[in-house]
C-alpha cells in the first residue's frame, strides 16, 4: 500500500507531538515539512502579540527577517490571511504589498514575491497567528493547494499547542505574549520595546530577567554603554508583583549636585531658593513600585549616604521638611563602571554598593551576541520602513556579513542609529523613491570596513554572462561560496556564519546549485 504525499509528511509531526523538543526544533521541522509538500521560495510562521504578527520561524527568508514586527494594520495581506477563516491565495497581480518582498534569500535578483498563499493558525478558537508561503514563480500555487494547506494548518495548530504547553509545564512561566501584557498593564505605561534575541546568551539574561523579577530584590544592572540596561530594567519590573505599580527612572548622570537630594526626595516650599511649592521626590512617586536609578555611580559620596539610608529603613525626609515619610520601594540600578573598582578607589561607598548589588546582573554586549545582530537589525529596519514610506527595507548579503564582522563599541544603540541613518541616505540618493531599499555594506559606512567591505566584491570581476541573468547569478553564487568554503577550511557552519546565512539555507541552496 502506497502512502499519499500529505499523509507522509503529515505522520512525522503527529509522531512530534509526543516529543520534548525545543520550541525553535519543533517549529523548524514544521515548516520544513510544509515546504515539502508544497515546494515554494519559502515559509512563515507567525504569531500574532496584540497588533502585531512576530515571526517565529522563517525558512527560506533572511536571517534579520526573525527581528521584524509586522504591524496588522500596515500589511494588508496578513491582515486579510487573519480575517479569513479559511486560507487564501494572493494571485500573481494581486496589488496588496507583500511583507517579505526583499526577504527571500534565493531570489537571483528578484526582489518581489509574486505568488503567496497563506492561512490563520486558530487555538481554542481564536486567532493565534499565521502560516505563510511565498514563491518567485507567479504561477507556482494553485487551488487545489488551498485544501492542502487547510488540511497542514489543523497538524500545525496542534504542533503550537502543544509546544505551548510543554513550555508552560517545562519554564512554569509567561509566555512573551503574557509578558507583553503585563507590560501594558503596569500603571497604564506604553509596552517598552521587546528583547529580541536567540543567542545564547541572550537567553541567559532572560532567564536571570524571570528568576529575579519574581522576587523582591535589588537588582545591579552592569554593562557597557548602549547595550539595553533600561530595557532589562522594564523587563525586570514587568515580570514583578509590582507590575501593575509605576516605575520610575532617574538618570543620575543628568543631574546637578545641588539638585540630586531634591529630585531623589523631595523637598517642601521655601526649602531653597525657587522652591515655589512642595515637590514629591523620585521616591514617592515610585512608592509601590520600582525605582530605577541608571548611571548610580554618578552620585556624590553625599547623595549616596542619603540614598543609603532609604534603602536600610525605608524612610526619607523631603529637603527642608521635619517629619520623615516611609516608603515601599524596590530599587534597580545601572551603572556602566566597574563599582567594585570605584569601591577600591574610593569613589563609592562600599555599604551602598552591597544594598544595590543584591543580585548583580551583566547585560551582554552585542559583540557577545553572535547573529542576534541580524535579528535586530531586522527589528530597526521595520521600525523605519514606514517612516519612510517603503514597501521593503532590506540588507544585501554583503551589508549583513559586514554587520556580523564588526565589533559594536556601541552595541545596540549604535545599531540602531547606523541603521536609521544609512537608510537615510541611500533613500536621499536614489533619483527615484524607490519600493524596495536594499542597503549594501558601503551605505553602513563601519568604521574600519568602509573600504574594504565592498573594495573585495567590486575588484573581483564578475562571471560572463553565457545565457540569462539566473545563470549567471548561480555561476556567482557558487564561485562566492566555493570561496568562502575554502577560507573556512570546509567548514559548512563557518561558511554560513560568513555569507550571513542560516546553515540550513545555505546547504538547500548548495545542493541547488551542485556543490553538495
Not at 21 to 45: I, M, N, Q, S
Not at 395 to 424: F, I, K, S, T
Request: hydrophobic share 45%.
Amino acid at each position: 500500500m502506497t502512502t499519499s504525499p500529505l499523509l507522509a509528511t503529515l505522520l512525522p509531526l503527529v509522531a512530534d507531538l509526543s516529543r520534548e523538543l525545543p520550541e525553535a526544533e519543533r517549529y523548524r521541522r514544521l515548516l520544513e515539512a510544509l515546504r515539502e509538500l508544497l515546494p515554494c521560495d519559502a515559509t512563515a510562521l507567525l504569531r500574532l502579540e496584540g497588533e502585531e504578527l512576530v515571526p517565529l520561524a522563517v525558512d527560506g527568508l533572511s536571517a534579520d527577517t526573525l527581528g521584524r514586527r509586522f504591524k496588522v494594520a500596515e500589511q494588508p495581506r496578513l491582515q486579510a490571511l487573519l480575517a479569513s477563516p479559511q486560507p487564501t491565495h494572493f494571485a500573481a497581480d494581486c496589488g496588496l504589498a507583500d511583507p517579505y518582498d526583499g526577504l527571500v534569500e534565493c531570489h537571483g535578483g528578484q526582489l518581489e514575491v509574486h505568488d503567496c498563499l497563506g492561512c490563520a493558525l486558530y487555538l481554542d478558537e481564536r486567532p493565534w497567528g499565521v502560516l505563510t508561503l511565498d514563491a518567485l514563480n507567479p504561477q507556482r500555487f494553485s487551488s487545489a493547494d488551498l485544501d492542502t494547506l487547510e488540511a497542514f494548518a489543523s497538524l500545525a495548530a496542534a504542533t503550537v499547542k502543544a509546544s505551548e504547553r510543554m513550555q508552560k509545564l517545562a519554564h512554569r512561566a509567561e509566555t512573551e505574549h503574557e509578558l507583553a501584557e503585563l507590560y501594558k498593564r503596569a500603571a497604564g505605561q506604553a509596552a517598552p520595546r521587546q528583547m529580541v534575541g536567540q543567542s545564547a546568551a541572550h537567553k541567559r539574561l532572560l532567564d536571570e530577567v524571570m528568576l529575579v523579577g519574581n522576587s523582591e530584590l535589588n537588582v545591579l544592572i552592569s554593562g557597557e554603554t548602549g547595550v539595553g540596561k533600561e530595557l532589562v530594567a522594564q523587563a525586570i519590573h514587568g515580570h514583578s508583583p509590582r507590575a501593575q505599580a509605576p516605575m520610575v527612572s532617574l538618570n543620575c548622570a543628568a543631574l546637578p549636585e545641588n539638585l540630586i537630594e531634591s529630585e531623589l526626595f523631595g523637598h517642601v516650599r521655601g526649602a531653597f531658593s525657587g522652591a515655589l511649592q512642595d515637590r514629591r521626590g523620585k521616591f514617592e512617586l515610585a512608592d509601590g513600585g520600582t525605582l530605577f536609578l541608571d548611571e548610580v555611580g554618578e552620585l556624590t559620596l553625599t547623595a549616596q549616604a542619603k540614598l543609603l539610608r532609604v534603602l536600610q529603613c525605608g524612610q526619607l525626609q523631603r529637603v527642608g521638611a521635619d517629619r520623615e515619610l516611609r516608603v515601599d520601594v524596590r530599587v534597580l540600578a545601572a551603572t556602566n563602571r566597574d563599582l567594585a573598582q570605584e569601591v577600591r578607589a574610593g569613589r563609592f561607598r562600599a555599604d551602598l554598593y552591597h544594598r544595590l548589588s543584591v543580585y548583580p546582573l551583566r547585560v551582554p554586549a552585542l559583540r557577545e551576541r553572535g547573529r542576534d545582530v541580524l535579528l535586530l537589525a531586522g527589528f530597526f529596519l521595520e521600525e523605519n520602513r514606514p517612516r519612510l514610506g517603503l514597501r521593503s527595507l532590506r540588507l544585501a548579503a554583503d551589508a549583513q556579513a559586514a554587520l556580523l564582522g564588526y565589533d559594536w563599541p556601541g552595541n545596540v544603540r549604535e545599531l540602531e542609529h547606523l541603521l536609521g541613518r544609512a537608510a537615510l541616505k541611500a533613500l536621499a540618493a536614489c533619483a527615484e523613491r524607490p519600493r524596495i531599499l536594499s542597503l549594501q555594506a558601503r551605505d553602513l559606512q563601519l568604521p574600519g570596513q568602509t573600504e574594504s567591505a565592498g573594495a573585495g566584491l567590486e575588484a573581483e570581476p564578475l562571471p560572463a554572462a553565457s545565457g540569462d541573468l539566473r545563470q549567471a547569478v548561480d555561476a556567482y553564487q557558487r564561485r562566492l561560496i566555493a570561496d568562502c568554503l575554502q577560507r573556512q577550511q570546509g567548514s559548512w557552519a563557518a561558511a554560513a556564519r560568513e555569507l550571513g546565512l542560516d546553515r540550513a539555507n545555505l546547504n538547500r541552496l548548495a545542493r541547488r546549485l551542485g556543490l553538495r
